[in-house]
Structure formats: C-alpha cells, structure tokens
C-alpha cells in the first residue's frame, strides 16, 4: 500500500477540501402577481399568491405604524 513520502501542509490540505464546497446561487423567480422576487414552488411573501391563487393574507406595514402611533 503506498505511504506519502512528504507531509501535505495546511494550506495544501484546506485548498484540496475546499474544491468539493462550491455554493451554488439560489435560483429566484417573478411573482407574475406582483414582480416580486420569490424561490420557486413558495409563496410569495410580497403578496401572498402561489400559483395565480391568494393563498396567505399579507398585512400592510403601514397600517401596523399608524396604528402603533395611535396607542400613544
């Protein structure tokens, strides 16, 4: 059985590890509802639609604040 005759460095060993980690970028989507950025087979957060259907109700921001300033 062959034996390394010399010791690999560090650095030589991280380089050979690092080859096998490539990241892949995440694949996105347009919501055809409203452009949004979405992931695929996900609803998007933006609207709340899947597939051409209201799936989730979205609130609106801007009416949590404003109710927000009113309390106080």
Sequence with gaps: ?????????N?????RRASNYRLTPLASTRCPACGA????????SA???????????IKDKSAKKAKGK???
């Excluded at 609207?47 to 989730?56: P, T």
């Design 47 to 57: 609207c709340g639609s899947y597939k051409d259907r209201q799936v989730k109700k």
């Design 37 to 44: 950025a979405t992931l695929p087979h996900h609803v998007c």
């Design 70 to 72: 009113e309390k106080e």
């Design 11 to 15: 650095c030589r060993q991280g380089k």
């Design 1 to 9: 059985m062959p034996v390394p005759k010399k010791r690999h460095s």
